[in-house]
């Protein structure tokens, strides 16, 4: 119920292609969806977040797809550059009762080539 | 800009010893966290504090404490460090997710135990 997976592990794209990072959760409490950025050396940093009233969120390059009934959300990087090589968390939440722990899945680490 | 910081990037600990791991906030969070980054494990919650004094079990709080005796200090304690332990530990604060949603992470504190 706490779990969320997160697909693929890793992921190599070549500069202006699209990366697409799928995860999906099975409690039905979570309702709030981030995606943490991670560079090497560094902790990770909130990229973009989604919460369910919405399908889709975008910001720059970086969009999020939501599916409710599938329970699944995805993170698309348009144009891919070598700056977002990264390591990708992808997260959730739920936000009400007083248990606000934020379970994060397992990373993607990304590779855009030049 | 919201910093959080913990006060060793790189501890060397052996067997048995008693280890604490300090992360210090200055953003007035109501929350702290502190996570286990292990490769292909992703971000585990060990334990989070939603208030001074009070402290809540993550996913993998065994051989572990914490203390938050102020609210910009929430500290880890290993009582009796084992090799299992060695990894990266990661410190977080944020206001109640309901609010901002955003986890602000410290740089890491990367342990090592022989």
């Known amino acids: 119920q706490q779990q969320v997976k997160q697909s693929p592990q890793s992921l190599i794209v070549q500069k202006g292609g699209i990366s697409i990072i799928n995860c999906a959760y099975e409690n039905t409490a979570f309702d709030y969806f981030p995606w943490y950025q991670q560079f090497p050396g560094k902790g990770p940093a909130l990229l973009i977040a989604?919460?369910?009233?919405?399908s889709e969120k975008k910001e720059g390059r970086f969009t999020i797809s939501f599916n409710k009934s599938a329970k699944q959300f995805s993170l698309h990087i348009m144009d891919s550059q070598p700056g977002d090589s990264a390591t990708y968390f992808c997260?959730?939440?739920?936000?009400?009762?007083?248990?606000?722990?934020?379970?994060f899945g397992k990373g993607t680490k990304l590779t855009v080539n030049p | 800009d919201v910093k959080v910081t913990q006060s060793s990037r790189y501890l060397v600990k052996r067997t048995g010893e008693k280890v604490f791991l300090e992360c210090v906030q200055d953003?007035?969070?109501?929350?702290m966290f502190w996570y286990r980054q292990d490769p292909g494990l992703g971000l585990r919650l060990i334990y989070f504090?939603?208030?001074?004094?009070?402290?809540e079990k993550g996913d993998i709080p065994e051989g572990y404490s914490v203390s938050r005796e102020k609210k910009e200090r929430f500290s880890l304690i290993l009582e009796s460090a084992s090799t299992n332990q060695t990894s990266m530990y990661l410190c977080?604060?944020?206001?109640?997710?309901?609010?901002?949603?955003?986890?602000?992470f410290g740089e890491g504190s990367r342990l090592t135990v022989l």
């Open positions: 977080a604060s944020s206001y109640p997710l309901g609010v901002t949603g955003e986890l602000f």
């Open positions: 997260a959730a939440s739920p936000t009400q009762g007083g248990s606000e722990k934020l379970v």
């Open positions: 989604i919460r369910p009233d919405v």
């Open positions: 953003m007035d969070h109501e929350n």
């Open positions: 504090s939603y208030d001074v004094k009070m402290k």
